[in-house]
């Protein structure tokens, strides 16, 4: 089955961590998002990558940080600099054409 | 002004109502519109999309795009309880590696 994956589905993080979400593709796409969705607030882009070892912050990059080493993978890490990082967070690929594949997503919650 | 304005919602209609759903926009160098329907706790997927103006149908779904008053709407005829989710517009220039700007989304209710 090609598609993308998220994991973990929920993430639990203590104030002062650094967390690790994963996203992986198997569709071959070049391009890879990371998008966070808040409630009213719609899907805002947080990085972005149009092919592997490059990499664009989008219009909230402060607080996270990505890397893209393998075409397949695009992980995202929350930083303990995220201020409010409580968020329903989604990851997209895309064959640069019209449509963006969204994986499950990930909630992260802030204990 | 927002490069994307929707409609906030939420939404509650009867099965069987005639369901129309607005962005407004203000970039005109948007060509690509887009409609994502989103279910609870879940990523949202494609529902259509059109390339610069005109009228979509597909099965009892009809995207419109009017660009003239950068304008766009998704109709859904005969709804039904399996519509109810988030709706989100979207849309892009054609910039080969142009983003995509999306609405703030609106939450349908159908009652049964």
């Known amino acids: 089955d090609g598609g993308i994956t998220q994991s973990p589905k929920y993430l639990f993080r203590k104030e002062g961590q650094n967390v690790t979400l994963s996203c992986e593709q198997n569709l071959n796409h070049d391009a890879m998002y990371w998008y966070r969705q808040d409630p009213g607030q719609g899907l805002r882009l947080i990085y972005y990558s149009q092919i592997v070892n490059d990499f664009q912050k989008g219009d909230i990059a402060e607080g996270y940080s990505v890397s893209r080493e393998k075409k397949e993978s695009f992980p995202l890490t929350v930083t303990s600099a995220q201020k409010n990082p409580t968020a329903f967070y989604l990851c997209?690929?895309?064959?640069?054409?019209?449509?963006?594949?969204f994986g499950p997503g990930t909630r992260l919650t802030v204990l | 002004q927002k490069e994307v304005e929707q409609d906030p919602g939420p939404l509650s209609v009867p099965e069987g109502a005639i369901v129309s759903l607005n962005c407004t926009y203000s970039?005109?160098?948007?060509?690509?519109f887009m409609w994502y329907r989103q279910y609870s706790r879940k990523g949202p997927e494609l529902l259509m999309y059109t390339y610069s103006s005109g009228n979509k149908e597909d099965g009892r779904f009809t995207a419109q795009v009017d660009k003239s008053s950068k304008y766009i709407s998704l109709f859904i005829r005969d709804s039904q309880p399996s519509d109810s989710a988030t709706y989100l517009c979207?849309?892009?220039?054609?910039?080969?590696?142009?983003?995509?700007?999306f609405g703030k989304g609106i939450t349908l209710s159908v009652r049964p």
């Open positions: 997209a690929s895309s064959n640069r054409v019209i449509e963006q594949f």
């Open positions: 970039n005109s160098a948007f060509q690509y």
């Open positions: 979207a849309m892009r220039d054609t910039g080969a590696n142009s983003k995509l700007t």
